[in-house]
């Protein structure tokens, strides 16, 4: 009779760690960041290339005011954030593409508080930044092809959600994923433009020890862990293009800048 009771614990528990909320998980409090590191294709004028990933998650806390990282001091109202920051690399050629985005998520409330990307190439650089700012985003972009320039706008709050925060989205509500999303098309590219968003129909299911998330209209497959940190371990899309992870660790990487750090990447 134990032994049953044991079990109906233990099955409980865990079916309460698969639907908890990821954003307040307790480890993200640990003062550790997860770093996921990975290998895979992407197409690039018209040829499969080589690139990398890291993704970097951890919990930050912003000045409210500024919109900045902060650390709790007096007279400073905190805005508790999960920051993701994604870095891609890959070679088209003689030159070399390195990417970053960054985007801040409210731990309490779910929502994108600001994003910024950077495209760099031997071309030029292009940059987006969006942030929060009561019931709109006010957006900055500076695109330096085909005359797009330099542009700014006022973006009313909908329920449409960016591409470019679509796996801390997937993450957060992967136990209850709705049928459809509106997605905006990802700013993170060399030449940035903000586009309309596009009705995305979403299908979830449970294989073995991972969750399956499957974007049909866009053509794209996500593979998530069944863990708390529901870490992504493997994209790819219909073009042929695909991401699995190399290497995932909670590290405090900013401690790890002398010689010899290095090594936690291999």
């Not at 071309?123 to 700014?152: P, T």
């Amino acid at each position: 009779m134990n032994l049953i009771k044991s079990s109906i614990i233990l099955i409980l528990a865990y079916s309460s760690l698969a639907q908890a909320d990821w954003l307040k998980e307790p480890f993200w409090d640990e003062g550790m960041a997860e770093v996921s590191l990975y290998e895979g294709k992407k197409m690039r004028y018209g040829e499969m290339r080589n690139y990398t990933m890291d993704l970097i998650t951890v919990r930050e806390h912003f000045d409210k005011s500024k919109m900045v990282k902060s650390s709790p001091q007096s007279g400073v109202e905190l805005l508790p954030v999960m920051k993701q920051n994604m870095v891609l690399k890959f070679r088209t050629g003689i030159y070399e593409y390195r990417q970053m985005a960054s985007i801040f998520i409210n731990r309490d409330s779910a929502q994108l508080e600001k994003f910024s990307a950077v495209s760099g190439e031997w071309c030029g650089n292009s940059s987006v930044s969006l942030v929060r700012k009561g019931e709109h985003f006010h957006s900055f972009i500076q695109n330096y092809m085909d005359n797009f320039g330099i542009s700014s706008a006022k973006i009313p709050q909908s329920d449409a959600i960016f591409y470019d925060e679509l796996i801390p989205y997937l993450k957060q509500n992967l136990e209850n994923l709705p049928e459809s999303l509106k997605v905006i098309p990802s700013l993170l590219h060399n030449s940035p433009v903000l586009q309309d968003a596009v009705e995305v129909v979403v299908s979830s299911k449970k294989e073995k020890d991972t969750q399956v998330v499957k974007l049909k209209n866009l053509g794209e497959t996500f593979i998530f862990e069944d863990s708390p940190s529901r870490k992504l371990l493997h994209w790819k899309n219909k073009q042929g293009e695909f991401l699995k992870l190399r290497k995932s660790m909670m590290v405090d990487y900013w401690n790890k800048h002398h010689e010899g750090g290095e090594k936690l990447l291999k």
